[in-house]
């Protein structure tokens, strides 16, 4: 829940990230952009480079769940829609196992894109801690 730590962690490997505005409580949200590096790269949803989105705090409760409410500023009808992410916490010996879920995909984001960027993320999410 911390804006300097999400732009770390919350990004797949070939991106970079930038939290615009965050506000963490329920109701609350936040405004964000992915970045490409590579200029040999998808076009992004939003310019040719970046996928901005919103999302809204639907639930929060400490330690344990969060789930977000998300929708990318895009012109592109395969990338709109609200999608919800569910972040799941348990404590495990030794570390705290994160679970992320997602929901109403929006039919042009390619799964396999979405899984492999989230996998590169808890990834980063791991080596921040370990």
Do not use: C
């Not at 409580?25 to 964000?32: A, E, K, L, S």
């Not at 348990?90 to 984001?109: A, C, K, L, W, Y």
């Amino acid at each position: 829940m911390d804006p300097a730590l999400i732009v770390r962690w919350r990004v797949p490997d070939n991106m970079t990230a930038k939290v615009h505005r965050f506000e963490a409580r329920v109701g609350g949200g936040y405004r964000m952009s992915l970045t490409y590096r590579d200029p040999a790269r998808p076009a992004g949803k939003t310019t040719d480079d970046t996928d901005s989105f919103t999302g809204r705090f639907v639930t929060l409760i400490p330690n344990e769940k969060i789930v977000e409410a998300i929708n990318f500023e895009t012109d592109d009808p395969g990338a709109r829609g609200e999608m919800t992410i569910t972040t799941s916490l348990r404590d495990t010996t030794g570390g705290t196992q994160v679970v992320m879920s997602f929901e109403n995909i929006p039919p042009g984001i390619r799964l396999e894109d979405n899984d492999e960027g989230t996998r590169q993320s808890l990834k980063k999410l791991a080596a921040l801690f370990a």
